[in-house]
């Protein structure tokens, strides 16, 4: 049976796209069972719609309170019955009821060698700082805020030149195939968390 994977996106969802596109050429064997992003109109949702995915979109704003809408996304995470759920460039915090619902089973992905440059500004923070090189990372989600047992990290060079724009587009690149191979091997092996460390099963 493939993995079962729910997604959450924010934006444009290219780091979404890169996973559809490698289920769709048998490159995952994974089945992704919805689509959930944090307020309507994202291009996420548009790609998410296209691959006949299942969708759904849950803004704070459609609720009380922040609990109120950390309990309707874990619930509705939950009628998709995910092994795993995806924060692909999803811009909010997830709180206790979805960490509760699925401990150890989300992954964030995130443009910064963490712990370096954590926060909704990775790429602005390492470029105002003047690192030579940055990257990405993809680790299981705790309740900090980038935080959680790193799974995977790739280097990538600040180029003279760079603006946050041109650096971000190289990052994505290496982040969409990084995403793909960690999901593929998570998957695939499974992993458990021990302190700090995220150790993929054999
Ligand atoms: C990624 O760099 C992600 O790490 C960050 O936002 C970007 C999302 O890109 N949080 P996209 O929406 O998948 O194109």
Not at 12 to 40: H, K, P, S, Y
Not at 56 to 72: F, L, S
Not at 77 to 94: E, H, K, N, Q
Not at 144 to 154: C, E
Request: proline letters at 5%; aromatic letters at 4%; a negative charge.
């Amino acid at each position: 049976m493939p993995a079962r994977i729910a997604v959450l996106v924010s934006g444009t969802g290219t780091l979404l796209q890169a996973l559809i596109d490698a289920r769709a050429e048998g490159a995952l064997d994974i089945d992704i069972v919805g689509v959930l992003a944090d307020r309507t109109g994202t291009v996420g949702i548009d790609r998410a719609r296209r691959a006949g995915i299942d969708t759904d979109e849950i803004g704070p704003g459609d609720h009380g309170d922040r609990a109120a809408w950390d309990t309707a996304v874990a619930d509705r995470l939950g009628t998709w019955g995910p092994d795993w759920i995806v924060s692909a460039g999803f811009m909010r915090i997830l709180g206790p009821a979805v960490l509760a619902a699925f401990p150890a089973r989300i992954v964030n992905t995130h443009p910064a060698l963490l712990p370096a440059f954590p926060g909704a500004h990775g790429v602005r923070d390492a470029l105002e700082y003047g690192v030579t090189v940055t990257g990405c990372t993809v680790h299981i989600v705790d309740a900090g805020v980038d935080t959680g047992p790193i799974l995977a990290q790739r280097a990538v060079p600040v180029l003279p030149g760079d603006d946050e724009a041109s650096l971000h587009e190289r990052i994505k690149v290496v982040e969409r195939e990084l995403l793909v191979a960690t999901v593929d091997r998570l998957t695939r092996q499974g992993c458990r968390v021990e302190g700090r460390r995220a150790v993929f099963d054999d």
